[in-house]
Structures are given as structure tokens and as C-alpha cells.
């Protein structure tokens, strides 16, 4: 499989989601609004669960809702993320593997990233993620070489910025959403913010889509650091 670019915006939803509950393991599906073939690029994501993440009728429902409103916006799942509840512990359970698997069955380049939450703090120089891909009817470490993430420094310095400033609270997972509908789990505001962050008139050079790849970050290996 080619490369894979995570977004800013996908990049700061998965971190504040994980954020938002230190104690818990926490999911979410992976989106891109990019054509299916070359390159994946992951342009946004949905936080999911935050507790009983095997629960499979709860899964399945996130997943149809999600589907759904993707074909609505143009959108396509690519991917699963986790972070689980042991900060030492990145490596995909079995509920992560069966979820990406499904995932996989509709999008043959997909991935399935985990959190690594010791890296998860202000100022680490790599992106706290793991990548898996779909090799050999298992899912084998993504080459690091072909994991890029634009602006890794203005990356940080928007998350930061956001975590500083408690967006995490505002962050709602289909979780929370079920608990009550009337919180939007597409987090519209949220990406909103997080968009004007990102905005080159406010300074910044990070740019979440396009063909530039000259300013990409390659994430380190997780073997071996």
C-alpha cells in the first residue's frame, strides 16, 4: 500500500478524544474526502465509543449512521483508530482487528491506527501513533516511511492550543451522543474551530488536503524508540 497523510484536523479530534477520557480506551472511524486509488489521505474523524468498546450492536449502529452521513457529505470510512485504556499499551486488540477488518472488506487500503499514549504529552517530537495495514490477512506496522502528517510543529502548537483551552470537553463521541441526541457527534463547531486554527490568514502554512508534500513529517517507527 502507498503513502498515508493524516490531517490536522483528524490528527487533533483523535488526540482530544483520547484526552477527553485518560481512563477509558476510545475509538473512532477514520474519513477521506479524497478519490479512492493513490495516495490516503485522512481528512477527518469520528470519535466513537468511550466505554464497551466490543459492545457489536452499538458498533454497528455508529457504523451505519456513519455511512450514511458519508455518502451525504461526500465522505468515505478509510480507517479505525484506538487508544487504549493502558497508556503503555499500543498494540490493536482483538475488537480493533475485527473493526478494521469489516472496514477493510469495503475499503482495500485500509488502515488501522492506534494511539500510543507515552507519547501523548506537550512537545514530543513524533506523532503519538501506531499504523497498521492489511498484509497477508493480518494487519502487520505500516512501513514509517510512507506515514506522513504535514506541519508536525503547527500541528502540535494548534493541539496544544486546543487542549489548553478545554476544547476536549466539547468533543462528542456517538457515545455521548446516545446518551443524548441532541449533541452532535459529526462536531461540526469543533471542526469549525479547529479549520480557523489551521486557516493560512491566521498564519499558518498547514494545509489539510492537496498534492504538496515537500513540508510532510515521516512518524517514527514504534520498534525500537
Avoid at 458498533?59 to 484506538?82: K, S
Avoid at 493480518?138 to 487542549?163: G, P, Y
Amino acid at each position: 500500500m502507498g503513502e498515508v497523510e493524516l490531517s490536522c484536523l483528524a490528527y487533533a479530534k483523535m488526540y482530544l478524544h483520547a484526552s477527553q477520557f485518560p481512563r477509558c480506551s476510545v475509538n473512532g472511524l477514520l474519513l477521506s474526502s479524497g478519490p479512492a486509488g493513490g495516495a490516503l489521505c485522512i481528512t477527518d474523524c469520528v470519535p466513537l465509543l468511550h466505554s464497551h468498546l466490543s459492545l457489536a450492536p452499538i458498533t454497528q449502529l455508529a457504523l451505519t449512521q456513519v455511512d450514511v452521513w458519508c455518502t451525504q457529505t461526500q465522505q468515505r470510512i478509510v480507517g479505525y483508530y484506538q487508544a487504549n485504556a493502558c497508556v503503555s499499551d499500543s498494540s490493536p486488540t482483538l475488537c480493533a482487528q475485527k473493526i478494521a477488518d469489516k472496514i477493510f472488506e469495503q475499503c482495500n487500503n485500509a488502515v488501522l491506527l492506534m494511539i500510543d499514549g507515552e507519547k501523548m504529552f506537550p512537545g514530543c517530537r513524533v506523532p503519538p501513533i501506531v499504523m497498521y495495514e492489511r498484509k497477508e490477512s493480518r494487519w502487520a506496522l505500516k512501513d514509517k516511511h510512507t506515514i506522513m502528517l504535514r506541519q508536525w510543529e503547527e500541528t502540535c502548537s494548534i493541539v496544544n492550543q486546543l487542549f489548553s483551552s478545554g476544547d476536549q470537553e466539547f468533543l462528542v463521541d456517538f457515545d455521548t451522543h446516545l446518551d443524548d441526541i441532541t449533541k452532535d457527534w459529526t462536531n461540526q463547531k469543533l471542526n469549525a474551530k479547529i479549520m480557523e486554527l489551521v486557516s493560512p490568514a491566521n498564519g499558518n502554512r498547514f494545509v489539510t488536503e492537496g498534492t504538496d508534500t515537500s513540508t510532510k513529517l515521516r512518524v517514527t517507527s514504534p520498534v525500537g524508540d
